[in-house]
C-alpha cells in the first residue's frame, strides 16, 4: 500500500528564513504526489502537484517541491518565510495506476513563523 | 459557488446517541470521502464513494456507515457513538483519480464531541 512520511511534527522558522518541510514516499512505481495546506480553522488546500510531467513543481504562494526518486522524496520548500504561512501541512500520494485509490496522507506538519 | 458544504459545523452527543453528517457537493463530482482527523494522527480515510449508490471502506470504518443516494450529497452516520469518535470530520470530493485530476476540494469540517 502506498504510505507517506512527514519527518517533523512541527517546524519552527524565523520570518524571512528558508522553509523545509519534509516528506518521503514508499512506492514501488513513481505515484502522483501531493502537498495540501491547513490554515486554522479550515477545510484543506491544494498547494501543488506533482504528476510526472517536471520534477519540480511550482505551487501557490511561492512554494515548489522538488521529486527525487532516487531518494523517494517530495519535500516542500519556500525560499523566505512569510507569517501568513504558519498553517499545517500535508503531503499525500495516490496511485496512479489505480483509478479507484484515494489519496493516502501523511501526519501533517505543523509550521510556526516567528516574527 | 459553494464547492464543498458539510453540515452541522458543530455537535456535541452522549454515548449511544447516533447522528448523521451530511455532505453537498456542487462541482458534480464522481468521488467524494469522508475523513476524520485527530492530533498526531493527521487526516484517515474513513469511507468513500466512487458514484452515486456506491461505497467503500477506508482506513478507519468501523463504526460509521454512509450512503450515496444522490451524487451530490455524501452522507455520514454514528449510529451508536463513542467517545473515540471524537474528532474534526471532513468531508471531500474530486475529479477521477489515476488522470492527475486528483485534487480534493474540502469541507470546512465538523467538531464532534462525544461525552
Known amino acids: 500500500a502506498q504510505s507517506v512520511t512527514q519527518l517533523g511534527s512541527h517546524v519552527s522558522v524565523s520570518e524571512g528564513a528558508l522553509v523545509l518541510l519534509r516528506c518521503n514516499y514508499s512506492s514501488s512505481v513513481p505515484p502522483y504526489l501531493f502537498w495540501y495546506v491547513q490554515y486554522p480553522n479550515q477545510g484543506l488546500q491544494l498547494l501543488l502537484k506533482?504528476?510526472?510531467?517536471?520534477?519540480l513543481v511550482k505551487g501557490i504562494n511561492g512554494f515548489e517541491a522538488e521529486f527525487k526518486k532516487s531518494e523517494t522524496s517530495f519535500h516542500l520548500t519556500k525560499p523566505s518565510a512569510h507569517m501568513s504561512d504558519a498553517a499545517e501541512y500535508f503531503c499525500?500520494?495516490?496511485?496512479?495506476?489505480?483509478?479507484?485509490?484515494?489519496?493516502?496522507f501523511g501526519k501533517g506538519t505543523r509550521l510556526s513563523v516567528i516574527a | 459557488n459553494a464547492g464543498v458544504t458539510q453540515t452541522p459545523k458543530f455537535r456535541v452527543l452522549k454515548t449511544g446517541q447516533s447522528m448523521t453528517l451530511l455532505c453537498a457537493q456542487d462541482m458534480n463530482h464522481e468521488y467524494m470521502y469522508w475523513y476524520r482527523q485527530d492530533p498526531g494522527m493527521g487526516l484517515r480515510l474513513i469511507h468513500y464513494?466512487?458514484?452515486?449508490?456506491?461505497?467503500a471502506k477506508g482506513e478507519v470504518p468501523d463504526g460509521y456507515n454512509v450512503s450515496r443516494l444522490k451524487k451530490q450529497n455524501f452522507l455520514l452516520g454514528l449510529e451508536s457513538a463513542a467517545p473515540s469518535q471524537t474528532s474534526v470530520y471532513f468531508c471531500a470530493s474530486s475529479g477521477f483519480p489515476g488522470q492527475g485530476n486528483e485534487k480534493l476540494f474540502f469541507g470546512s469540517g465538523t467538531q464532534l464531541s462525544v461525552l
Open positions: 499525500a500520494v495516490s496511485d496512479r495506476w489505480s483509478g479507484n485509490t484515494p489519496l493516502v
Open positions: 464513494s466512487v458514484g452515486e449508490g456506491t461505497t
Open positions: 506533482y504528476t510526472s510531467a517536471a520534477t
